[in-house]
T-cell receptor, first 113, second 111 residues
Framework: ETGVTQSPTHLIKTRGQQVTLRCSSQSGHNTVSWYQQALGQGPQFIFQYYREEENGRGNFPPRFSGLQFPNYSSELNVNALELDDSALYLC????????????FGSGTRLTIV | EDKVVQSPLSLVVHEGDTVTLNCSYEVTNFRSLLWYKQEKKAPTFLFMLTSSGIEKKSGRLSSILDKKELFSILNITATQTGDSAIYLCVHFTGSARQLTFGSGTQLTVLP
């Protein structure tokens, strides 16, 4: 299967709840990165996973956590949701041999009410 | 902290116009500058620029990098309504494989 698949496409949660977003990486890509894109802004780097280990983290609090599985798919977990967490969450997969080869998924639109 | 700044933030033109989108950057360890087009959700790759002065071209789109002045431009000639999108300028750090995005330029092309 080619391309990056994210689920769900849309989600509405209330403050204080927890959420898990999922990402299947493109075939052959072993690195997965997560980005948060607030309305009218560029995506902000959350963290990256390589071979099931966190391999870099942006300026996000610990309530943002993740996992990568042996098949290179990944999850983003956010605890204690806040209104400011409302955003488009993008997953991108890449391979170390392709410096420009980031493939983005279509994202999960998360709305916190 | 690495910084990528794009201008203008938004632009409205008519079909057939030529547009120039600007990107300046301040980064500690330059590797590459990338341009992406984001129409609905998933950004799609346009160009990767590593060397100064070498123009990358794809159809009506072209881009160039100036590493001395720390900026890049993206040109679109003979714009079409399908060019309406957010254009993102991105620094690729290489070693940490992180992408630092600018805030994007929202381009609207009117018929």
């Amino acid at each position: 299967e080619t391309g990056v698949t994210q689920s769900p496409t849309h989600l509405i949660k209330t403050r204080g709840q927890q959420v898990t977003l999922r990402c299947s990486s493109q075939s052959g890509h072993n690195t997965v990165s997560w980005y948060q894109q607030a309305l009218g802004q560029g995506p902000q780097f959350i963290f990256q996973y390589y071979r099931e280990e966190e391999n870099g983290r942006g300026n996000f609090p610990p309530r943002f956590s993740g996992l990568q599985f042996p098949n290179y798919s990944s999850e983003l977990n956010v605890n204690a949701l806040e209104l400011d967490d409302s955003a488009l969450y993008l997953c991108a997969s890449s391979s170390p041999t392709e410096p420009s080869g980031y493939t983005f998924g279509s994202g999960t639109r998360l709305t916190i009410v | 902290e690495d910084k990528v700044v794009q201008s203008p933030l938004s632009l409205v033109v008519h079909e057939g116009d030529t547009v120039t989108l600007n990107c300046s950057y301040e980064v500690t360890n330059f590797r590459s500058l990338l341009w992406y087009k984001q129409e609905k959700k998933a950004p799609t790759f346009l160009f990767m620029l590593t060397s100064s002065g070498i123009e990358k071209k794809s159809g009506r789109l072209s881009s160039i990098l100036d590493k001395k002045e720390l900026f890049s431009i993206l040109n679109i000639t003979a714009t079409q309504t399908g060019d309406s999108a957010i254009y993102l300028c991105v620094h690729f750090t290489g070693s940490a494989r992180q992408l630092t995005f600018g805030s994007g330029t929202q381009l609207t092309v009117l018929p």
